[in-house]
């Protein structure tokens, strides 16, 4: 048992290592270090190396330190959110990387940790930050969005049919006081869908704490903002490899890897480009790379992975 209770089983791990082709003299960057999982791959690769980890979160960066003990003088920490990379890059007096990746799902540690806010399962303050240093909680959102933001959210975030019966149901709740905990939270929902739904798919709090989290921690935001400047920070042939968990997620890392592919804007009865838009290299990944029989068996949180892969043309 790892310490923090970290012991994260890292979704696609050899197909997210293997796609960055990794030489041993790289710089590499994992974008969200998580426990570490993929990070203590990619250094056992790597020989004068070296590998940047970020991640916002206090938890996740103790427990990666101690996973990569016996790999330290080939990585660096640093507490942040990928979104500052290229900030974290210019402190550390690194110009280019060869490569660069994301695992974008929630770790099992967070999700477990009941006093984290993210769980359904248990009793608890209604947190859901990722990183502790921001104010704003979980609770901010449930008690102060008004219906039609509720209901926004949970139905682009969470993809809930019953998204609009929820938003009314968390409102009407909130009137008589405000809503708390999660075990609250979870109550409310469960109280908006139908009983034949509730008996038959998942936990019924499931999709709204989801979209809560997304909207929280600015998830969906922060990854479509960041994927351009991501692969501007590659060397010509350098690789962003970037596994999502949510269809809103694929579909970003999708669109954006097409238009840096693809960025022309000329009409398409234009004999040559004039926008000067350059490609900036190609999608590898056609299809999405997703896990295998085995993994979809051994670990039900790859259930819904899909990883694509994205390389750096010469400038």
């Known amino acids: 048992m790892e310490e923090h209770g970290f012991v994260h089983k890292s979704v696609l791990l050899y197909e997210t290592v293997g796609s960055l082709n990794i030489k041993p003299g790289g710089c590499y ?18 020989g004068s190396g070296r590998l ?21 003088d080939k990585v ?12 974290v890059l210019e402190d550390l007096h690194i110009e280019k990387v060869d490569g660069i ?27 859901m930050r990722m990183d502790q240093r921001e104010e704003r909680t979980a609770a901010d959102i449930v008690n102060s969005y008004d219906e039609m933001e509720l209901y926004r959210i949970i139905r682009d975030y969470g ?26 939270l979870a109550e409310i929902i469960k109280g908006a869908i139908p009983a034949k739904v509730r008996a038959t798919g998942g936990h019924p709090a499931k999709r709204t704490f989801q979209a809560i989290r997304i909207e929280l921690n600015r998830e969906l935001a922060v990854l479509e903002a960041s994927i351009d400047t991501m692969i501007d920070l590659l060397k010509p042939g350098g690789r962003l490899s970037i596994i999502t968990f949510h269809s809103l997620e694929d579909r970003i890392v999708k669109t954006r890897f097409r238009i840096n592919e ?7 009865d234009f004999p040559v480009c004039v926008c000067g838009r350059a490609s900036k290299g190609r999608v590898i990944t056609r299809k999405p790379i997703l896990p295998t029989k085995e993994e979809l068996e051994e670990n039900s949180r790859s259930k819904s992975a899909k990883l694509r ?7």
């Open 29 to 46: 960057v994992d974008g969200t270090l998580g426990g570490g999982g993929h990070a203590s791959e990619v250094a056992k690769r790597l």
């Open 52 to 72: 940047i980890g970020i991640d916002q979160d206090a938890d996740a960066i103790a427990a990666a330190a101690k996973r990569l003990r016996t790999v330290e």
């Open 76 to 87: 660096t920490i640093v507490r942040s959110n990928y979104e500052n990379i290229k900030r």
């Open 101 to 127: 990746y994301l695992d974008l799902g929630v770790s099992s540690y967070q999700l477990d940790t009941a006093a984290r806010g993210f769980t359904y399962r248990e009793d608890a303050p209604l947190d």
């Open 159 to 184: 993809e809930d049919r019953f998204a609009k019966n929820i938003a009314k149901h968390i409102v009407k709740a909130r009137e008589e006081h405000p809503i708390e905990t999660t075990g609250e």
């Open 262 to 268: 693809s960025p022309c804007i000329c009409p398409p």
């Open 309 to 315: 892969v994205f390389e750096r043309g010469e400038e």
